[in-house]
């Protein structure tokens, strides 16, 4: 019974964890649009990159920006110099 039991968890802990990814939980949240780079870097101080692998184009940055695809694409208008990466700083 015990090993029953223990399979039985097991796989659905399995199971639970497959499901849950971090892309699922962005995607309810409704993404926010910002006015301007000063609008965005109060809440993000080192701007929103679309990619991880994303490199800076304009030179030294003081902070890493946050990476969010969904964020990025809605505020693509604040990326002035094309780099993938709205208003770093």
Do not use: H, Q
Not at 17 to 22: D, E, L
Not at 52 to 66: A, D, F, L, Q, R
């Amino acid at each position: 019974m015990k090993k029953w039991f223990a399979a039985l968890l097991s796989i659905g802990l399995i199971i639970g964890f497959s499901y849950s990814t971090g892309d699922a939980a962005e995607a309810k949240t409704k993404v926010k649009t910002y006015k301007n780079c000063k609008a965005l870097n109060k809440v993000y101080k080192g701007g929103v990159s679309r990619a991880k692998s994303v490199k800076n184009k304009g030179g030294k940055t003081k902070y890493k920006p946050y990476v969010s695809k969904s964020l990025y694409d809605a505020n693509k208008k604040l990326d002035r110099d094309k780099d993938k990466i709205a208003c770093e700083r």
